[in-house]
């Protein structure tokens, strides 16, 4: 879906769920670990500079900003993967296999972005190793909520819903292929 083309509704759920992320952020950058902070902060940022990408019209690919955003993604996954050996370092081990999941989850979602015609071939495929780590993540989520750690649980879960939004925005992309993603075809 690009954003002339959404519900008003839809417009402001995404809205509030990136305000919600972004509390998040500042919460953790205050009272989080080290790893925490760099977490939440490289993960917003990834968010964002997709989003851009992902919603962007045609004259997006043409410009400078195609390529700030590539290198400002470059940058925050680095810091993901700074965050990610800060939690082995500090023995989060939940914190290291959630990080783990979602760079899974990333991964997935770039290559239903850059090359849609491998995932449509192999879309079953991609569908069990989605559903395996979504599961993954809904465990943590749980196993967060079990261990009465309510910030982790929450912020899980607006992760997930975040997640889910984007996935409905590529699937929008591919039922309407006059309004692809620009990210298909960098």
Not at 51 to 77: F, Q
Not at 79 to 106: K, M, S
Request: hydrophobic content about 55%.
């Amino acid at each position: 879906m690009t954003a002339h083309h959404e519900p008003r509704w839809y417009r402001g759920f995404n809205a509030a769920i990136f305000a919600l992320l972004a509390c998040n952020t500042a919460y953790y950058g205050i009272a989080g670990s080290r790893g925490e902070a760099l977490d939440s902060s490289a993960w917003f940022a990834l968010l964002l500079l997709f989003n851009v990408e992902t919603r962007s019209g045609d004259s997006y690919r043409a410009s400078r900003l195609a390529g700030v955003v590539r290198l400002a993604r470059i940058a925050a996954a680095a810091t993901v993967g700074a965050a990610a050996v800060q939690y082995v370092r500090d023995r989060e081990w939940l914190d290291a296999a959630n990080i783990g999941l979602w760079i899974a989850v990333v991964v997935l979602l770039e290559a239903e972005l850059r090359y849609p015609q491998l995932v449509t071939k192999r879309r079953r495929w991609m569908t069990e190793i989605a559903l395996l780590l979504y599961s993954g993540l809904l465990l943590l989520m749980l196993i967060w909520l079990w261990r009465e750690a309510w910030m982790d649980a929450y912020d899980a879960t607006l992760w997930l819903i975040a997640f889910a939004m984007i996935e409905l925005d590529i699937l929008g992309a591919r039922r309407h292929p006059g309004r692809a993603n620009p990210a298909t075809q960098s």
